[in-house]
C-alpha cells in the first residue's frame, strides 16, 4: 500500500458461511466489504485484515481466500481467547467489522522473474496464510511449474483444509506432503513427525526453489535451519512473522520487531533481511 | 500553522511586544476562536492547561529537576516564562492520552468515526519550547507521513497555532543542544517569543514565522525591534545553552545500539527500574497505544477506543501463550533502543529530543544520558584489547 490512506474506520462485513475445520478453527466467508481506501476490495496473499466483533475487539487474521475471487472474503481463524472465540461463535446472517488489507504479502511478483521452483512449508494454522499464494501458484502453471506443499500439525484432527488437502494430492500438479507430531488413536496412516524433518526428504533444486514459510515461531526457527542446511539461499526464503498487534496501520506501537513494523513491512519477510533480527531474544 | 511559503521579510521580521500588552495576544487568539492552552501551575507541577488570562501563567515561579525529582521554587523576577519543562507536554493535546475513534449505535449499523475532522478543536499553544516543536515534528511522522494517516492527530495538527518560546535557562535534565532540538526554536512556529527579564523593563522579542502569526501580531500592540533588544534576546537562549551540562553522544548511536543487544549491562538497568511506564507516558515523542471497547449496558452501543499505552508492561507484547518480553531487561531494552537506534531506521532521526522528562520523573532516577555512557563502558571493557573501543561519549 503506497498512497496515503485517511482511515480508522472499519466497515461491516455479513458472514455468509461458516465451516469448522478442526476443532478449534473454522473458515469464515463474508462478503466482501469495500476495501479500506473506498474501491473495490482486493487483496495480495499474505495480506490481513483486523477482524473486529463490536464492543469486544479486532485481531490481526490472514485472508485465506482466492486472491483472483476478491467477492468472497475468506478467513481462517483458530479460537485461542476471548475474541478468536467471539469471530468464531459469530452465526452466519450477522456482521463482524473489517479493516484492511494490510501489510506486504508473499512474493508472488518476485518469483515470477525469478526461481522456477516453490516450495510451500506450513504448520498448523500457518497454511491459511498460504492459500491464498498457493492458489495463485497452481493458477499460473507456466510461471510455477513445480510447486511442493510441506505441511504439518500437532495431530490429523488439527490438519485443516482436508478436502482441499485431498484434491491438491490426487488432483493437483502439486506435490503434497502431510505430516503429524503425533497420530494418536485416530487411525492415520499417514507420515508422522515434525514437518521440518520433510525438507530434508523431498526433492528439489535448492539453487532454482523459493520458499514460502508460515507457522509457529518455534516451526519457522527449525524451517529456516533446514532450508539453509539444504543450501537454500536466505534471499530466496519468504517468511510471515508474528506479534502482538492492535491497529493495522503502524501506530499503536507493538508489532515493532527490531526497525520494523510488522504490520507494515510484514508480516511477510524475506529472510536475509530479517536474519540478524531472528537471531536475537525478546526483541 | 499555515503552510504558506514565507517571504525574506517576513521571516526577518522582529519585534518587541510590551509585557503590559501580553494579554492582547492571548485575547485576539480567543477571538479567531481558539482555545489557548498553556502553562500553569497545578499540583505543584507547571502543567498545560485552557488559559484565557496571562495571570494563569506560573510567572515568577521556577522548577528545579534532578533525576527523580521535581520541585518549584520563587524566583527573583516575575518572569512567564522562567522555567523549564513540566510532566505533560503538548501530545495530549494533538495525541489525546484517551479518545473514542469510531461507535457503533446498534450491531445492525455501519461504525462511524467518534469525531468528525472539523468538529477537532483549535487549540493554540503558548510557550512551546525548543524541544517540544521538534517532539511535534517526530509525531508529524509518525501519524501524517503514510502509508496510513491518523484523521484525530491531522485535524488537531492542522488547526493549531503556535506561539513558541525561547528558553532563558537550562534545566539539569535538559541535553537539547546535543541532539540538535534546541534551545534556540528555529522553525515551526506562527509566533515565536524570547522574554527579556533583565533590561530595565522587561519585554518580549517576537519573531514571525507563518502569514498567520503575521496576521495575528497585526492585532496586538507592537513595535519594531531595536538592535540593542534583538541582541539581548540573542544572549538570552545563549545562556541557556550554556547552562547545559547533560549530553548525549547520537553521532555512531544506532550502530552502538544495534551491536549491544546482549550487553551484560541492560541487567543491571533493569535492577533498579520498576517498570512503571512513567518515562513513556512523561516523552513528548512516545506513541505506543492500546485499544478499549466497550459498549453500554445493553449492549447495543459499542465504541472502540484507543489510550496511550507503554512498551513497559507485560501485555504489551502479549501473544497467545506469552509476552514476547517478559523481562524487564528486554522492555527497558525495547524502550532505549527504539527511542535512540530503531527509531531512525523507522523515521530518519533519533526520536529523543533531550527534554530530561524521562530523567526527572522516573521514580528511581534512571537517567538515559548515563545508562548509554555506562552501556558503552561495558562494551568498551568486554571489548578492550580485541577490538577498537567504542568511542567513549564526551564528559
Ligand atoms: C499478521 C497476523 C496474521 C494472523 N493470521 C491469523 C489467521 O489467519 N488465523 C488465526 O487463527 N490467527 C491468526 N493470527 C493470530 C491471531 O491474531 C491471534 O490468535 C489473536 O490475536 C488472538 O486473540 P484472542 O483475543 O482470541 O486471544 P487472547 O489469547 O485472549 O489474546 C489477547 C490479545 O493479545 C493479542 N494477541 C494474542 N495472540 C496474538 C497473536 N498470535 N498475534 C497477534 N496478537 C495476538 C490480541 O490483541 C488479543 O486480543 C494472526 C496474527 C498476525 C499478527
Ligand atoms: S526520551 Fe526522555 S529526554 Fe528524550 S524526548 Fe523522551 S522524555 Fe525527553
Ligand atoms: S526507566 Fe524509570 S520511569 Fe521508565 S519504567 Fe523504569 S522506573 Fe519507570
Known amino acids: 500500500m503506497s498512497a496515503e490512506v485517511v482511515v480508522n474506520v472499519p466497515v461491516q462485513a455479513r458472514l455468509l458461511e461458516k465451516r ?17 481506501s473506498g474501491g473495490k476490495f482486493f487483496f495480495a496473499p499474505g495480506q490481513f485484515n483486523m477482524l473486529g466483533v463490536p464492543g469486544l475487539g479486532e485481531v490481526p487474521i490472514s485472508i485465506s481466500g482466492d486472491p483472483a475471487n476478491p467477492k468472497k472474503l475468506v478467513h481462517t481463524v483458530r479460537a485461542v481467547g476471548n475474541i478468536t472465540e467471539a469471530i468464531t461463535a459469530t452465526h452466519p446472517g450477522a456482521c463482524l467489522t473489517v479493516r484492511g488489507p494490510f501489510g506486504a504479502g508473499w512474493p508472488v511478483d518476485q518469483t515470477r522473474t525469478g526461481s522456477k521452483e516453490i516450495i510451500v512449508v506450513a504448520g498448523g494454522v500457518g497454511l491459511p496464510p498460504l492459500r491464498p499464494a498457493i492458489y495463485h501458484f497452481l493458477a499460473n502453471p507456466a510461471l510455477y511449474p513445480v510447486v511442493t506443499l510441506l505441511y504439518g500439525a500437532r495431530n490429523p484432527l488439527d490438519l485443516v483444509f482436508k478436502r482441499e488437502l485431498e484434491q491438491w494430492t490426487k488432483r493437483s500438479r502439486m506435490r503434497v506432503e502431510i505430516t503429524v507430531d503425533r497420530a494418536g488413536s485416530s487411525g492415520w496412516l499417514g507420515r508422522v513427525g515434525v514437518v521440518t524433518n520433510l525438507i530434508g526428504q523431498v526433492k528439489f533444486n535448492p539453487d532454482r526453489v523459493t520458499a514460502l514459510v508460515c507457522g509457529p515461531e518455534i516451526m519457522l526457527r527449525y524451517t529456516l535451519m533446514e532450508l539453509e542446511k539444504r543450501g537454500v539461499g536466505p534471499a530466496n526464503i519468504y517468511v510471515s512473522m508474528e506479534r502482538n498487534m492492535q491497529c493495522g496501520t503502524r501506530f499503536c506501537g507493538h508489532c515493532q520487531w527490531g526497525p520494523y513494523f510488522i504490520c507494515k513491512d510484514g508480516p511477510v519477510f524475506r529472510y536475509d533481511h530479517i536474519k540478524d533480527w531472528f537471531s536475537l531474544q525478546e526483541i | 500553522m499555515e503552510a504558506l511559503p514565507l517571504d525574506e521579510k517576513i521571516n ?41 488570562r496571562v495571570s494563569q501563567l506560573p510567572a515568577g515561579w521556577t522548577d528545579e529537576q534532578q533525576a527523580g525529582h521535581y520541585s518549584l521554587k520563587k524566583r527573583s523576577d516575575q518572569a512567564y516564562f522562567g ?29 462511524e ?26 509525531q508529524d511522522q509518525v501519524f501524517l507521513t503514510g502509508p496510513f494517516i491518523d484523521p484525530i492527530y491531522q485535524a488537531r495538527r492542522e488547526k493549531v497555532f503556535i506561539v513558541a518560546v525561547n528558553c532563558g535557562q537550562a534545566g539539569a535534565n535538559c ?82 545500539l544495534y551491536t549491544n543487544y546482549e550487553n551484560p549491562y541492560w541487567a543491571e538497568v533493569a535492577g533498579r527500574c520498576l517498570a512503571c511506564a512513567n518515562c513513556t507516558l512523561v516523552c513528548p515523542t512516545c506513541f505506543c497505544t492500546s485499544p478499549e471497547d466497550v459498549s453500554d449496558l445493553t449492549g447495543q452501543v459499542t465504541e472502540h ?58 521514580p528511581v532516577g534512571i537517567d538515559l544520558t548515563t545508562e548509554i555512557r555506562a552501556l558503552r563502558q561495558a562494551a568498551a571493557t568486554l571489548t578492550a584489547g580485541t577490538e577498537t573501543n567504542p568511542k567513549s561519549d564526551e564528559r
Open chain 2, 305 to 362: 477506543r484507543r489510550r496511550w499505552d507503554s512498551c513497559f508492561s507485560l501485555d504489551f507484547s502479549y501473544l497467545h501463550g506469552g509476552s514476547v518480553r517478559p523481562s524487564r531487561q528486554s522492555r527497558y531494552r525495547q524502550w532505549l533502543t527504539h527511542k535512540l537506534g530503531t527509531w531512525q531506521d523507522q523515521f530518519g532521526e533519533i526520536g529523543c529530543v533531550g527534554c530530561g522528562r524521562c530523567i526527572t520523573w522516573c
Open chain 1, 20 to 36: 469448522r475445520e478442526s476443532p478449534d478453527t473454522f473458515t469464515l466467508t463474508l462478503e466482501s466489504p469495500p476495501s479500506i
Open chain 2, 175 to 256: 541535553f537539547c543542544a546535543s541532539v540538535g532540538s534546541g534551545p534556540q526554536v528555529t522553525q515551526g512556529y506562527d509566533l515565536a517569543l524570547t522574554e527579556v527579564t533583565a533590561a530595565p523593563e522587561a519585554y518580549f522579542l517576537v519573531e514571525v514565522g507563518s502569514q498567520a502569526g503575521q496576521t495575528l501580531l497585526n492585532e496586538v500592540t507592537h513595535r519594531p525591534a531595536t538592535g540593542k533588544e534583538v541582541a539581548e534576546a540573542r544572549q538570552v537562549v545563549e545562556r541557556a545553552a550554556s547552562e547545559m551540562s547533560k549530553s548525549l553522544a547520537t553521532a555512531d548511536l544506532k550502530d552502538f
Open chain 2, 113 to 138: 468515526p467518534a469525531e468528525l475532522p472539523q468538529d477537532a478543536p483549535r487549540y493554540a499553544f503558548l510557550g512551546v519550547r525548543a524541544c517540544e516543536l521538534k517532539a511535534i515534528t517526530l
Open chain 2, 83 to 111: 522555567y523549564g519543562v513540566g510532566p505533560q507536554s503538548w501530545k495530549k493535546f494533538l495525541f489525546p492520552p484517551r479518545i473514542t475513534l469510531w461507535k457503533q449505535k446498534s450491531p445492525g449499523e455501519a461504525p
Open chain 2, 12 to 52: 526577518d521580521l522582529k519585534v518587541v511586544l510590551k509585557v503590559e500588552d501580553f494579554q492582547q495576544l492571548l485575547d485576539a487568539l480567543i477571538r479567531r476562536d481558539y482555545q489557548v492552552v498553556g502553562p500553569t501551575l497545578k499540583e505543584g507541577a507547571v502543567v498545560y492547561d485552557s488559559l484565557t
